[in-house]
């Protein structure tokens, strides 16, 4: 999302309209320059914190959710207590905006209770009871719950970025942290295809083949050793595991029948899947089958959808691990 900066909740830069296309995100990857030659404004400069980039960000997040929500929040509590609805109905209402669920709210919600030191009425799910500054609270903590984040610290073959990864990792969670030179990765990508190595990609090495100058190989030789050898590959590959990691999707497989299953011998049924298993959606844990068909098939009609074990499935069931092979019958 370049083009972010300071103040993007207030309207700076292109504001809100960035700040918009992240509804539909389900995992963020923050790529820092980890190497203090970037400000916060993308403009050249030395001795920078990166640090600073990570905190302006998820304060940026946080205000622009909370502006929005705490311009109604007045009145969602007045509606809340008139009609008697839950915590969750009353949320939803005014969250369901970037992509929340009945599903993910009650999850959102318990997330709030288990908590510690967040909020500061008993109950804590008791929203009529939130003061400013609790609402302000539960806004971050829904940043953190729905734009869960990864940390790419690029550019981490430049001599200035070490003593950064280093207070990165003793400030922030590690397991959230990669350490990325992506020009290392293009300029591999670049040398295989040009048939000067052989590469395979989110690998963390290379086997020459035919190196044509010096220039070449004194590049090829500063990957190996400040990249590949010291970060044990060159990070792109990794940003984007630890994403679908983060994501922890539940994956979909519609089928054109279920006949694989009476396949008598393995080799059958390994043959048979490869054969049906042809697509596959990847979809948030908690989606309902009507969550999937308006995202794959909103401009196609259907007539229902059959389980595994031949009974009708509701739109209203939620996927999971264990009906997540369906075959969806459409209306000719």
Not at 87 to 110: H, M, R, T, V, W
Not at 252 to 263: G, K, T
Request: hydrophobic share 35%.
């Amino acid at each position: 999302m370049a083009g972010l900066i300071p103040g993007a909740s207030e309207g700076r830069g292109l504001g809100n309209k960035f700040l918009d296309d992240l509804r539909h995100a389900t995992v963020l990857i923050h790529v820092v320059d980890v190497s203090g030659t970037t400000n916060e404004k993308g403009e050249k400069t030395s001795g920078y914190d990166p640090c600073s980039d990570i905190e302006w960000l998820q304060e940026e997040l946080q205000l622009w959710i909370y502006n929005n929500v705490s311009s109604a929040w007045t009145n969602l509590i007045r509606k809340h207590v008139r009609s008697k609805s839950t915590p969750q109905e009353a949320l939803i209402s005014q969250l369901s905006g970037y992509g929340c669920n009945a599903k993910f709210i009650q999850d959102f919600l318990y997330f709030i209770s288990s908590t510690p030191n967040s909020i500061s009425s008993e109950p804590k799910t008791a929203i009529e009871k939130w003061t400013e500054a609790d609402v302000k609270e539960a806004m971050k903590l829904f940043v953190q719950f729905r734009f869960p984040s990864i940390i790419v610290l690029n550019k981490i073959d430049m001599n200035s970025s070490s003593k950064h990864v280093e207070k990165m990792y003793t400030k922030y969670d590690q397991h959230r942290i990669v350490c990325c030179s992506s020009l290392s990765e293009c300029v591999l990508k670049k040398y295989h295809k040009k048939g000067y190595i052989h590469y395979e990609l989110g690998t963390n090495s290379f086997e020459e083949i035919t190196i044509p100058d010096k220039h070449v190989q004194q590049t090829l030789q500063h990957i190996k050793d400040l990249v590949l050898y010291r970060y044990d590959g060159t990070g792109v590959y990794d940003a984007i595991q630890k994403a679908v990691e983060l994501y922890n999707p539940i994956l979909c497989f519609p089928v054109q029948d279920f006949s694989f299953l009476n396949a008598t011998s393995l080799q059958q049924q390994q043959q048979q899947q490869h054969d049906y298993f042809t697509t596959c959606h990847v979809i948030k844990k908690g989606s309902i089958f009507r969550d999937l068909c308006q995202e794959f098939y909103s401009h196609t009609a259907i007539h229902s959808i059959e389980g595994l074990d031949g009974r009708k499935v509701s739109f209203e069931e939620v996927i999971t691990e264990e009906n997540r092979i369906f075959k969806i019958i459409f209306i000719k």
